[in-house]
């Protein structure tokens, strides 16, 4: 009975510790630290919007116009302090 419940313990852990590694591997590999409050804009320098949260993948999710919508962390740059983002307003609120 105690493995049972080891294993069961050990499969809870591993699976909420996939969200952390997916976000920590996204962060690494655009070298942004990405963090929920941090201002988003685009190419042009005018504010997308704050960052709400990361999802399981570590990409941005930030509202806009009263949606949610998601950034790719690779297309997220960090210049002077100032997270940049290749994507438009209008790429990002477009339907698809």
Not at 8 to 14: E, I, K, P
Not at 30 to 52: H, W
Request: zero cysteines.
């Amino acid at each position: 009975m105690r493995s049972i419940v080891s294993a069961a313990l050990a499969s809870v852990l591993a699976i909420a510790a996939v969200p952390a590694v997916a976000q920590d591997s996204a962060a690494a590999s655009t070298g942004v630290k990405l963090l929920p409050g941090k201002a988003v804009y685009d190419a042009g320098g005018r504010l997308i919007g704050r960052i709400n949260r990361l999802n399981a993948q570590g990409d941005a999710q930030i509202i806009v116009d009263g949606r949610l919508v998601t950034v790719v962390a690779s297309t997220i740059s960090d210049n002077g302090g100032k997270l940049s983002t290749t994507s438009s307003r209008r790429d990002l609120t477009s339907p698809r």
